[in-house]
């Protein structure tokens, strides 16, 4: 198969004939938040070869507590999370204010940690990717066995805490999930990258406690779809980093050119193109998607 075939194939799994929307539920802990209903117009997931953009403040270690300063052995999954924290404030920016209070705190015995926050809008680094974090639930074991968690009465895998990247996704009431999956779906892309890892090493914080999270995207059945997105991120970071993608949106009053749909009309037509440089080469191809009504 030629460049240019796998191009176009790459391309024709991004389309989607149809688009699909839906309405869902993203959870809190707080009693007005516990349940609130939320609904994903529909997208696209165009890849445009860009990193994520980190605001990186890692977290003092002075009294060790919520950065204990461990060193991994070695990182073998990337754990997923949500926040389960509704207030509509309980932004990436809140939690690096909350985690920091904490680590500066000489009286704090919350030992609590991870090592990105994600929003629909930015991604927080507290942690450095190399140290232990405690966010999986699994104490201290290390990765390559199984135990049973008696709390949650399942059989799960080792390594969250020592082994794992721990990612939490904000679910703030009034924010776009889908944003965030996506923003996630990058920096999870890069950390496989970062540290030779396959799709499969992308588990639910679920997998290592029994724990049900990420509790939003296990009851909406977004989880398959999670992975789908990683895994164009992850193939146009390998196998298309010499190609350059430009997307543009020929029907811009319901799709903007990063592939969200910003207004939903049932069954209404959804037209883009897409130019793709590749060795000096240019060709632009030419979509029509539909939009499946939202029940």
Known sequence: MSKWEKIEKYLNRIHQDKIKGQRYYMFGYQEQYKQMEAINLGYLPFYDGKDTKRDVEILPDIYKCNRPGIQKTCTKYICIHDTASGAPTATTKAHRNWLMSMATDPNNKNSVSWHFTVDENAVFQHLPTTEVAHHAGDGYREWGTTYHNNTYDKDCITGGNLNSVGIETCVNYGSDYTKTMRRTAKLVAELLLEFDLKLDAVKQHNDFSGKDCPMTMRHAGRWGEFLSLVDIEYIGKT?????????????????????????????????????????????????????????
């Open 239 to 295: 196998e298309f980093k010499d190609v350059n993608f430009t997307w543009k949106s020929l029907t811009p009053e319901i799709l903007d050119d990063k592939g969200n749909i910003v207004k939903h009309i049932d069954n209404a037509k959804v037209e883009y193109e897409v130019k793709v440089e590749y060795m000096e080469e240019e060709k632009t191809y030419r979509y029509v998607s539909y939009l499946e009504p939202i029940l």
